[in-house]
């Protein structure tokens, strides 16, 4: 078996004369931290998109654990265990932190989430949303309202219910972007604690995160891979300098 979780060759897409992403093969190790990084407008974005089919590519392969899932669709991408959080929180912010976590552990399951249903009938899955909060340090805020969390409490919490999936292969788009030092030291624990058995791949503009957590970084300019290789390898190559860390890109 090769050693590669994700894959993808020559993928490509164009929105009219735009070419958002051009030939990118990327291949990302299986329980490995990868990095995509670059300047905006760089292709990052939309090549999530490609990966979790927002979008069908123009052109190209993607391949996860060997098997082509170019022409799948996103909930069959999802149900293959390919999940992604997104840039802007996507918590119920009326409903409880433990709610929250046990919608997404209700989802793992098969089963719906029923409002009409009592409390009680739920609470089956509460030991293992209170040990997933407790895991991600979230176990003192469990009965708050999801929209009473700090900034970085919030993405905590959605990283949390990402984790309720269980997912092989966990997408996160600029998880730590916003937040304080201290909510960005919490989240980069938090990421490398859940990287244990799990393939991560990440867009991060933050680059002590990228040096402190990545194996492997790959930097598109673009849409096209400019680079690739451990953080001291990208860092140094002057193409990189003068495209991006030495652009004054945050």
């Given at each position: 078996?090769?050693?590669?979780?994700?894959e993808t060759e020559g993928l490509t897409k164009a929105f009219g004369g735009f070419t958002a992403v051009r030939d990118v093969d990327l291949k990302v190790r299986r329980h490995a931290i990868h990095a995509l990084i670059g300047p905006n407008g760089a292709g990052k974005t939309t090549f999530f998109n490609l990966l979790t089919k927002v979008h069908a590519p123009t052109r190209g392969r993607i391949l996860y654990e060997g098997l082509d899932i170019t022409a799948e669709s996103s909930a069959a991408i999802a149900r293959r265990g390919i999940v992604r959080s997104f840039q802007i929180s996507a918590t119920f912010p009326h409903m409880s932190v433990r709610d929250n976590v046990r919608v997404a552990l209700?989802?793992?399951?098969?089963?719906?989430?029923?409002?009409w249903r009592s409390v009680r009938s739920l609470a089956v899955l509460d030991d293992e949303a209170m040990a997933l909060l407790a895991d991600v340090g979230l176990a003192d805020y469990a009965e708050a309202n999801a929209a009473d969390l700090s900034y970085g409490r919030k993405r905590t919490l959605e990283i949390a219910t990402t984790l309720a999936l269980d997912p092989p292969l966990l997408l996160l788009d600029e998880p730590t972007q916003g937040m304080a030092i201290d909510d960005v030291d919490r989240i980069k624990r938090l990421i490398r604690r859940i990287a244990v058995g799990r393939t991560i791949l990440m867009v991060e503009h933050n680059m002590s995160v990228v040096a402190?957590?990545?194996?492997?970084?790959?930097?598109?300019?673009r849409g096209e891979i400019l680079a690739q290789g451990s953080y001291a390898e990208v860092s140094a190559d002057p193409a990189v300098k003068s495209a991006y860390l030495g652009g004054g890109h945050a």
């Open positions: 078996m090769s050693d590669c979780a994700l209700q989802r793992r399951l098969g089963t719906q989430y029923r409002f402190d957590l990545c194996d492997t970084i790959t930097v598109l300019q």
